[in-house]
T-cell receptor, first 112, second 117 residues
Framework: GENVEQHPSTLSVQEGDSAVIKCTYSDSASNYFPWYKQELGKRPQLIID?????GEKKDQRIAVTLNKTAKHFSLHITETQPEDSAVYFCAASRGGTYKYIFGTGTRLKVLA | GAVVSQHPSRVICKSGTSVKIECRSL??????MFWYRQFPKQSLMLMAT?????????EQGVEKDKFLINHASLTLSTLTVTSAHPEDSSFYICSARGSSGRTDTQYFGPGTRLTVL
């Protein structure tokens, strides 16, 4: 069945450094790739998304890249801050179903 | 915009009882609502997809007679956990997608923590 792999499962970085989280999807028909940030006990919040007709998207300190051929997409956070500490989930969605297949999550810790 | 509420935020019940969780889209019409469950330190697992006015579509392995979903209007979906048992204890989260604008994007409710004693 459809699957999304996410790495690493945990990531610790020093404040100000960059963080990169990578996901790989299996369904070649996936065409929408959102990233969510979830703080402990809270709802997932959309932080950035990308569609399959775009290779890269940036929003201030956050960027996402997509390689459709390799079925990889990555989240890049620059100049990390302690408030970036949270669990980040990638997801892949096939157009028409609107269902998300979530990755397993990455626990990011930004050390002050 | 795109706010989703969920009620209750926390519920504790006895084994064998039923619990209803409500999910509402507050400022948009939700064409589709989704129900997830999340165990501690794990990812979100889709349980079912519900479209207004039609029967929910359940994911493989999810018992439809145990997890009753009703999507009576474009702003309300309910999940009823029937005859709850301790293994049903989990964090249940709903999400909704709208019929206009960013139709691919799901907006999540704050979740309901269910504890079955």
């Amino acid at each position: 069945g459809e699957n999304v792999e996410q790495h690493p499962s945990t990531l610790s970085v020093q404040e100000g450094d960059s963080a990169v989280i990578k996901c790989t999807y299996s369904d070649s028909a996936s065409n929408y790739f959102p990233w969510y940030k979830q703080e402990l006990g809270k709802r997932p919040q959309l932080i950035i998304d990308i569609r399959s007709n775009v290779g890269e998207k940036k929003d201030q300190r956050i960027a996402v890249t997509l390689n459709k051929t390799a079925k990889h997409f990555s989240l890049h956070i620059t100049e990390t801050q302690p408030e970036d500490s949270a669990v980040y989930f990638c997801a892949a969605s096939r157009g028409g179903t609107y269902k998300y297949i979530f990755g397993t999550g990455t626990r990011l810790k930004v050390l002050a | 915009g795109a706010v989703v509420s969920q009620h209750p935020s926390r519920v504790i019940c006895k084994s064998g009882t039923s619990v209803k969780i409500e999910c509402r889209s507050l400022d948009f019409q939700a064409t589709t609502m989704f129900w997830y469950r999340q165990f501690p330190k794990q990812s979100l697992m889709l349980m079912a997809t519900s479209n207004e006015g039609s029967k929910a579509t359940y994911e493989q392995g999810v018992e439809k007679d145990k997890f009753l979903i009703n999507h009576a209007s474009l702003t309300l979906s309910t999940l009823t956990v029937t005859s709850a048992h301790p293994e049903d204890s989990s964090f249940y989260i709903c999400s909704a997608r709208g019929s206009s604008g960013r139709t691919d994007t799901q907006y999540f409710g704050p979740g309901t923590r269910l504890t079955v004693l």
